[in-house]
């Protein structure tokens, strides 16, 4: 059975820091691409950044490029998402997505806007000073 367990979220004012971390259980974490989605309150889901299974490609929406990064640890069947110079309007709730496959960045990229097969139960990012 497919677990994906969010957790690190929190309230950060803006301009601070904060790391999420999935972790998996229940399936072969190496085989999937593993992706962070997030949605605000009257807004539509979001992806905001997936990784590859293969070899670690990573895909950023636009608006988080150069504050956010992805990684994952396979050892540890854990993907982490370190979120820097937070900014208000990232305020959501973020969710661990996986997927079988995704090798190629091209395929990621897609998995990562229309979203993938399994999912958690999300975490609460609030930045406000």
């Known amino acids: 059975q497919v677990q994906l367990v969010e957790s690190g979220g929190g309230l950060v004012q803006p301009g601070g820091s904060l790391r999420l971390s999935c972790a998996a259980s229940?399936?072969?974490?190496?085989?999937?691409?593993i992706g962070w989605f997030r949605q605000a309150p009257g807004k539509e889901r979001e992806g905001v950044s997936c990784?590859?299974?293969?070899?670690?490609?990573?895909y950023y929406t636009g608006s988080v490029k150069g504050r956010f990064t992805i990684s994952r640890d396979n050892a540890k069947k854990t993907v982490y998402l370190q979120m820097d110079s937070l900014k208000p309007e990232d305020t959501a709730v973020y969710y661990c997505?996986?997927?079988?496959?995704?090798?190629?960045?091209?395929?990621?990229?897609?998995?990562?806007?229309?979203?993938?097969?399994?999912w958690g139960k999300g975490t609460l990012v609030t930045v406000s000073s």
């Open positions: 997505a996986a997927q079988a496959g995704g090798q190629s960045i091209d395929t990621v990229r897609v998995m990562c806007i229309y979203g993938m097969d399994y």
């Open positions: 229940g399936f072969n974490v190496d085989l999937y691409a």
């Open positions: 990784i590859s299974s293969k070899d670690g490609s990573t």
